[in-house]
Nanobody
Framework: QVQLVESGGGLVQAGGSLRLSCTASGRTFSNYAVGWFRQTPGKEREFVAV????????YYADAVKGRFTVSRDNAKNTVYLQMNSLKPEDTAVYYC????????????????????WGQGTQVTVSS
């Protein structure tokens, strides 16, 4: 089992920045690819970014490319999502999720391939 806890959410003005953290406990975190998703009321969970187990491969949704950066520190069992130039449409609950290393090659955008999820952290961007 892997337990994931997100932190770093909050209220920020448009154009501002936030850094989310996803800290893991339990099984060896470095064995997993980690994705970030977000969800707003009434909508399906949306892929945001993913990072491979080693940190050398990352992918982003088009909506956040160039503004968000995902990174990880396996020694600290933590994955980060640096969010810059935030827009009101980035407002959502953000979740991190861990999955098997192979998902980085094909299915990382699908939430069903992830095995473990955090509880989410709210990000609100005011205009």
């Amino acid at each position: 089992q892997v337990q994931l806890v997100e932190s770093g959410g909050g209220l920020v003005q448009a154009g501002g920045s936030l850094r989310l953290s996803c800290t893991a406990s339990g099984r060896t975190f470095s064995n997993y690819a980690v994705g970030w998703f977000r969800q707003t009321p009434g909508k399906e969970r949306e892929f945001v970014a993913v990072i491979s187990w080693s940190g050398d491969t990352t992918y982003y949704a088009d909506a956040v490319k160039g503004r968000f950066t995902v990174s990880r520190d396996n020694a600290k069992n933590t994955v980060y999502l640096q969010m810059n130039s935030l827009k009101p449409e980035d407002t959502a609950v953000y979740y991190c999720a861990a999955g098997a290393p192979v998902i980085i090659y094909t299915t990382y955008e699908k939430d069903v391939v992830y095995d473990y999820w955090g509880q989410g952290t709210q990000v609100t961007v005011s205009s």
